[in-house]
């Protein structure tokens, strides 16, 4: 007989498993597209299309409602529900569409460019696209068909992207970057519709979906504030700052913030389900959420660290010399970086344990917080907002794990300790070993090749020094191992 416990146990550490090699293989191409693109376009179409990309991206956030983990964090969803958040979704996504295309006359005399007008009309579309896509991908995640779901969105981005590379090289500057933000979304969206093989069918009566609208309502808070309070900063610093400038500082804040959006919110997918069937169970929840901390420290987390040692060299060899302040900007944003992927961990705490008031409440604050810190380092340019920006995120992160872990009735500091010891124990000497061939006056080259190595040395020294970040790895190699094993396992446990 199949045991549940186990069951569950293996189908969270296998999506988790598929969702990070989803997201490392959307990482690694969004970057090397990038590098591709940075070295066929001048940086100012970057920063163009970035203004309307961030009030697109805050509009397609609005515009989801909450409805998706709503739906996955639910018992129970009846088919003519799932039909009727259908229909709020693409009527919002028309909604928003015809905002932004409305908005593109004001926003081109605003900025003073008229092809701001040509952008905007074709990024409405991204809001619209989704609308239409959101059940399907919901209806996959809820049914835990994470395999399918990777396989749709990362073929659908392969095809985008490359539409993107093909209009560059054929010349074009301002198409080519809104085309690696429209195309991408486009055809994922036909791809997921028809992996999930769901269609709407007759609605029901809006009280039917009342209890969801009310929790999709709260999680649209936390969405909203959230994407607010980080795209609200590029278009602000476009009034002031030229665009070349503008246009490093996104393509800086894109490289940080991606790895985030494509680890710890997409992990949300795997974590919110699992973690809702634990509900009733807390020591169980507390450890499965214990244990995809670590997974971030130790992965996420560390990444950041050392790109905050070799963040320049880096920025040097891959983007070219026309990028130097974009080096300067990745790195000091990736030392905030960490804090703020940790931080961000804490929503999968607050719609999970059924706490989204709690957790709303505390975004209403804390977001609109961190979007002021961060302006407050404009008088100092790009890089004054950078610093800034890693500042608040650094006194956010215990805020926010304090408040989740309470909410939740964990503990508190709970969901701290662990983190914390992997960050003291393991990340920073690993940081710390990276950054050392800075001192020797090398190429950019010889700099991060020494220092990628001295990284791994520090951390193979590391988990031979410290008891606890040998049963911390232990327990991620277990995890993989299960995620891996074809066979039930046998023995019952925290998943």
């Not at 900007?329 to 344990?353: H, K, N």
Request: hydrophobic residues 55%; proline residues 5%; positive net charge.
């Amino acid at each position: 007989m199949t045991n549940p416990t186990a069951s569950l146990a293996r189908t969270g550490a296998r999506g988790g498993v598929v969702t990070l090699a989803g997201q490392a293989a959307t990482v690694l191409t969004r970057t090397v597209v990038l590098i591709l693109l940075a070295r066929l376009i001048a940086p100012e179409a970057f920063g163009l299309v970035a203004i309307v990309t961030a009030i697109a991206t805050f509009a397609t956030a609005v515009m989801l409602f909450g409805i998706p983990m709503a739906v996955v964090q639910a018992e129970h969803v009846s088919a003519r529900a799932k039909s009727t958040l259908f229909l709020v979704n693409v009527g919002l996504g028309v909604l928003f569409a015809a905002v932004i295309s409305l908005a593109s006359g004001p926003l081109a005399r605003l900025y003073d460019d008229e092809r701001l007008a040509a952008v905007a009309g074709w990024i409405a579309l991204v809001p619209l696209v989704n609308g239409l896509m959101i059940q399907s991908r919901t209806h996959l995640m809820r049914n835990l068909r994470f395999t399918r779901l990777f396989v749709a969105e990362t073929a659908g981005l392969l095809i985008g992207v490359g539409v993107a590379v093909l209009l560059a090289v054929q010349g074009a500057d301002i198409e080519a970057v809104v085309a690696l933000q429209v195309a991408p979304v486009a055809v994922q969206a036909v791809l997921v519709m028809v992996a999930a093989r769901w269609l709407p069918g007759r609605p029901g009566e809006l009280r039917e979906t009342g209890a969801l609208l009310r929790v999709g309502m709260r999680i649209l808070g936390m969405n909203v504030l959230k994407s607010g309070a980080r795209n609200v900063v590029v278009p602000v610093m476009g009034l002031t700052v030229p665009a070349a400038a503008v246009g490093a500082f996104d393509r800086a804040q894109h490289l940080i913030v991606a790895p985030i959006n494509l680890t710890v919110d997409q992990m949300q997918r795997v974590a919110v389900p699992v973690l809702s069937r634990l509900r009733g169970e807390p020591g169980r929840m507390l450890a499965y959420m214990q244990r995809a901390q670590l997974l971030g420290t130790y992965g996420t987390a560390t990444l950041f660290l050392v790109v905050a040692a070799l963040g320049e060299p880096i920025v040097r060899i891959l983007l070219g010399p026309d990028w130097d302040t974009a080096g300067t900007v990745i790195q000091i944003l990736a030392a905030g970086a960490t804090c703020r992927a940790l931080a961000q961990t804490m929503q999968w705490v607050f719609i999970s344990a059924d706490a989204t008031t709690q957790g709303l409440r505390f975004n209403l604050w804390s977001q609109p917080l961190v979007a002021a810190l961060s302006l407050a380092g404009l008088p100092w340019g790009v890089l004054g907002v950078a610093t800034a920006n890693s500042v608040a995120w650094a006194l956010l992160w215990p805020t926010a794990t304090l408040v989740a872990a309470r909410s939740a009735g964990f503990p508190a500091g709970s969901l701290f300790r662990g983190p914390a010891r992997a960050l003291a124990l393991f990340g920073l000497p690993v940081m710390l070993a990276a950054a050392l061939p800075r001192l020797l006056d090398l190429d950019d080259w010889s700099t991060v090749l020494l220092g990628a190595g001295a990284a791994v040395c520090a951390g193979l020294l590391s988990r031979w020094a410290f008891r606890a970040v040998r049963a911390d790895l232990g327990a991620l190699a277990a995890t993989a191992r299960l995620a891996l094993s074809r066979r039930q396992p046998a023995r019952t446990g925290p998943i």
